[in-house]
């Protein structure tokens, strides 16, 4: 049973800080990448960032020079640096994860189950 579990979501006021961190568990073999996604209210859920092959990076226009993904192989983690916060920022952040585990043949993805973001002041 593979599970993302994600944490460090909060208030933050507008050009402040937040670190997200999401923690891959269960029998995992392979991690092809990692990321982040959000849902502000009434919107649809966009990309924000990912990561794969531990190094490999993409960002969201509107957070690029703001955000700073990486992730930590041995410890299935991926984490989420936010400087600069805006209140175009809130929103619901979901971790994403595509995976090969026990069972399994293919690549599956898997969704956490969120941790909210407010920017405000």
């Known amino acids: 049973q593979v599970q993302l579990v994600e944490s460090g979501g909060g208030m933050a006021q507008p050009g402040g800080s937040l670190k997200l961190s999401c923690i891959a568990s269960g029998m995992i073999f392979s991690i092809n990448s990692m990321g982040w996604y959000r849902q502000a209210p009434g919107q649809q859920r966009e990309l924000v960032a990912t990561v794969i092959s531990g190094s490999t990076t993409n960002y969201a226009d509107s957070v690029k020079g703001r955000f700073t993904i990486s992730r930590d192989i041995a410890k299935k983690t991926v984490y989420l640096q936010m400087n600069s916060l805006k209140p175009d920022d809130t929103g619901v952040y979901y971790c994403?994860?595509?995976?090969?585990?026990?069972?399994?043949?293919?690549?599956?993805?898997?969704w956490g189950q969120g941790t909210q973001v407010t920017v405000s002041t």
């Open positions: 994403n994860a595509e995976l090969k585990s026990r069972g399994y043949r293919d690549w599956n993805t898997y």
